[in-house]
């Protein structure tokens, strides 16, 4: 797992990770920290219970496994004295019916081990934005000549108006919400076709490719890149 540092989406931003293998959460809290956020750790679900009990954390990023009580118990157990702290689950466990045990116990999203661990802070950024619906929409983004206004849901390049099938447009949307991060498969399938599972197919491949031809073809610089190994970019030119 690479770390790679995100804009974060604001500072002092409290994230309590509570995970029991030593190895894995040195790396997750070294990480987080560099992030800019401020992380306290559990490494078990009692110690992770009463700290997350305390609600001085913006979101929680608990593993299922751990001793003492697993994940699932400690989430639910926060649902049923009305805490609402936004929760990431951490799991080797990936089928279905393990996503689906952990969204139904009161998880708000679901990370398989082994993560990319651009995603993983992608995943908190959105889990603290949707917790602060007070903050204004953004209805107009920008990367480099590239201009999309969600209101007309109008895309233009350097003036030019680039026709987008409805797909395209939540695609180009997503790359530019996370504009100069790394978007994996994983986040485009959840966020973009809202599948919880991988298809198998090249879905994706062929909807970028039909982007990357009408975003960048005729233009001399090109902004949707691929991140070998990992999925893709959207940045202005430096």
């Known amino acids: 797992m690479q770390q790679q540092t995100l804009q974060t989406v604001g500072e002092d931003v ?29 490494a078990d679900g009692d110690d992770g219970l009463n700290l997350a009990m305390s609600g001085q954390f913006d979101v929680l990023v608990i593993d299922r496994m751990l001793p003492k009580q ?96 409805p797909r395209e447009f939540r695609l180009l949307e997503y790359l530019m919400k996370h504009a100069g991060q790394v978007v994996t498969r994983t986040m485009l399938l959840e966020n973009v076709w809202e599948y919880h599972f991988d298809p198998q197919t090249n879905v994706i491949d062929v909807h970028v490719s039909r982007l990357r031809a009408k975003i960048d073809k005729n233009f001399e610089t090109p902004l949707l890149h691929t991140v070998r190994g990992a999925g893709y970019t959207l940045r202005a030119p430096e």
Do not use: N, W
């Open 14 to 42: 409290r994230v309590l990770v509570v995970e029991d293998d030593v190895e894995a959460a040195a790396y997750i809290v070294k990480g987080l920290r560099e992030s800019g956020h401020v992380v306290d750790h559990a």
């Open 70 to 165: 697993d994940g699932l118990s400690v989430v639910s157990s926060l649902r049923d004295e009305g805490r609402t702290t936004p929760v990431l689950f951490l799991s080797a466990l990936g089928e279905v019916e393990d996503r689906v045990s952990g969204l139904r116990a009161g998880g708000d999203d679901y990370l398989t081990k082994p993560f990319a661990f651009a995603e993983l802070l992608a995943r908190i950024e959105v889990l603290v934005r949707r917790a602060s619906p007070g903050e204004a929409q953004q209805t107009r983004m920008r990367v480099g000549g590239l201009e999309m206004d969600l209101l007309s849901r109008k895309v233009t390049r350097d003036g030019t108006d680039i026709d987008l099938q």
